[in-house]
């Protein structure tokens, strides 16, 4: 790949907005998570439409994964991000504005296309800004993703727990870190050396025969991982607050800051090692671990549902209104 001239590189405190960027992209993803349960007492909906709020997010951000990289490669990281934050942006005013829970759908989808895209082409532009950092700055990412929701999540939970606009200024705090990194990508120089030589096409996946076997295996642990992450975020907040008998989104907050946390650290510690005997150990770690949770999954006895408590959680994601909600 060409080297940019030294007046058109990148401005030295490139790599550290971009980085930033990436940790506000996933803190943005974790905004909801600690509030969901007070959208569910506001307008009364099923845990399962909480995992259908969730699950959109997913589906448009594969999409922007997709698509925004070919696009940054044929015309500059920059415009792309640009676009990415601004569609984080729009997301936030839906939440804001919301009257239903469709709104938070409509909000999920367009934070999802923006943090797919910011994840894909944030990443590539820490490595045109700094090249001779590639390995450090896959940890770096980590780190940030990780930081980024646990922060998130306990500055979300802990203003929800005020009871002070808890639906509104967490995300304006976030709008607000936004528009501070749009405005340093519009000052920013193009990271990307080599803009509009790239073709503009959707790549084609393919594997090479002799790391399939080694691919499937990644995968079939990497998607267990991330669907167990996906129920801690949308329901299992409400549920872990509803088994401690904790009222507030404050512990649900903790719940999500600690997971993330302790991902970050092995993330940390686990560089060292080889990637096999890593994800053997976490796929291994994963399973025991899930099994404490299994209590907490069962239905409540009759005579605890007429508590206001236990009404509370079945409106919210409890395992007695909904087990098998996951």
């Known amino acids: 790949m060409p080297a940019l001239p030294h007046g058109r590189r990148p401005q030295p405190w490139s790599y550290a907005a971009l980085l930033a960027l990436l940790m506000l992209g996933q803190a943005t993803s974790a905004i909801p998570s600690p509030l969901y349960f007070l959208y569910a007492e506001k307008w009364d909906y099923p845990p399962f439409l909480t995992t259908v ?15 925004s990289g070919p696009l940054s490669d044929r015309y500059g990281r920059r415009p792309v991000l640009l676009v990415a934050v601004l569609l984080l942006l729009a997301g936030l005013a839906v939440f804001v ?39 450090r700055s896959g940890t770096l990412t980590a780190i940030a993703f990780n930081v980024g929701i646990a922060a998130a999540a306990l500055g979300t939970a802990g203003l929800a727990q005020t009871g002070f606009h808890p639906l509104l200024l967490p995300y304006l705090a976030d709008a607000f870190i936004a528009l501070v990194l749009f405005v340093l990508l519009l000052v920013m120089r193009e990271p990307h050396p080599s803009v509009g030589a790239a073709p503009l096409g959707i790549p084609r996946p393919n594997v090479p025969k002799e790391i399939r076997g080694r691919f499937v ?3 079939i642990g990497a998607g267990a991982a991330w669907a167990v992450l996906g129920v801690c975020f949308s329901l299992e907040p409400s549920i872990a607050a509803h088994a401690a008998h904790v009222d507030g989104p404050f512990f649900g907050g903790v719940v999500i800051a600690a997971v993330a946390l302790s991902a970050a650290c092995t993330q940390v510690i686990s560089a060292r090692h080889p990637a096999r005997t890593v994800a053997l150990v976490g796929d291994s770690a994963l399973a025991v671990l ?4 299994w209590p907490a999954s069962r239905p409540a006895t009759p005579a605890s549902s007429s508590s206001p408590s236990h009404s509370r959680a079945a409106r919210t994601g409890s395992p007695s209104a909904a087990p098998c909600a996951t």
């Open 53 to 67: 709020i969730f699950a959109a997010y997913g589906a448009v951000a594969v999409v922007a994964i997709l698509v």
């Open 97 to 135: 504005f919301a009257a239903g829970p469709g709104h938070l759908v409509v909000a999920r989808m367009l934070n999802g296309l923006g943090i797919g895209a910011i994840v894909v082409v944030g990443g590539a532009a820490l490595l045109d800004v700094s090249p001779e950092r590639a390995a």
């Open 217 to 219: 295996f990644a995968v």
């Open 290 to 293: 899930m099994l404490p949770g």
